[in-house]
Antibody
């Protein structure tokens, strides 16, 4: 069965960087794009970007351009999302989500990132 | 960016009711529209893609329709586990964007 196992919660200082990982199993890793979506406390869903694990091509939302980097390791079927220059407004749950059927079909459980001084 | 507007923002209904949530795109997105369900404290769950196609394992009481700019999600007979927040999403063009959500509550 499809599983997306995300790394554990993080607490970071403003200005720091965070790297969240998402390990996929139960399917052919390189056949499905992986998206990153975040959700601030009590707020809606916000798309950050995606990666094609086959070639490593990425697309990012403009508002995160320059701050977000998504990479993949095909040897471990893992996708990483790094967000730099953290601000308090980056406090959120971060989800990886597999894209089949054109858009997201399966979600990870989320990683809580807290940015606080 | 394409703006997605859901209505209503919240909705109260009873078990067994039929409910409809609407989603409007700020420009034509053809049928590149998905719906997601998020129960409190949980990750979202994918329900519908391509405006009307059910994801695997989704009960048939869920249905979607629409094309262009106007879309609907209908739940034909509410079950207790359906009380959650629902989001639409367009994936016609980047950046992918979501509606603000519709919270479905028990009356």
């Amino acid at each position: 069965q499809v599983q997306l196992v995300q790394s554990g919660a993080e607490v970071k200082r403003p200005g720091a960087s965070v790297k969240v990982s998402c390990k996929a199993s139960g399917y052919t890793f390189t056949n499905y794009y992986m998206h990153w979506v975040r959700q601030a406390p009590g707020q809606g869903l916000e798309w950050m970007g995606l990666i094609n694990p086959s070639g490593g091509i990425t697309i990012y939302a403009q508002r995160f351009q320059g701050r977000v980097t998504v990479t993949r390791d095909t040897s471990t079927s893992t996708v990483h999302m790094e967000l730099s220059s953290l601000k308090s407004e980056d406090t959120a749950m971060y989800y990886c989500a597999r894209a089949g059927t054109g858009t997201v079909d399966f979600w990870g459980r989320g990683t809580l990132v807290t940015v606080s001084s | 960016d394409i703006q997605m507007t859901q209505s209503p923002p919240s909705l109260s209904a009873s078990v067994g009711d039929r409910v409809t949530i609407t989603c409007r795109a700020s420009q034509d997105i053809s049928n590149y529209l998905a719906w997601f369900q998020q129960s409190s404290g949980k990750a979202p769950k994918s329900l519908i893609y391509a405006a009307s196609a059910l994801q695997s394992g989704v009960p048939s009481r869920f249905s979607g329709s629409g094309s262009g700019t106007d879309f609907t999600l209908t739940i034909s007979s509410l079950q207790p586990e359906d009380f959650a927040t629902y989001y639409c999403q367009q994936y016609n063009s980047y950046p992918i964007t979501f509606g603000q959500g519709t919270r479905l509550e028990i009356k």
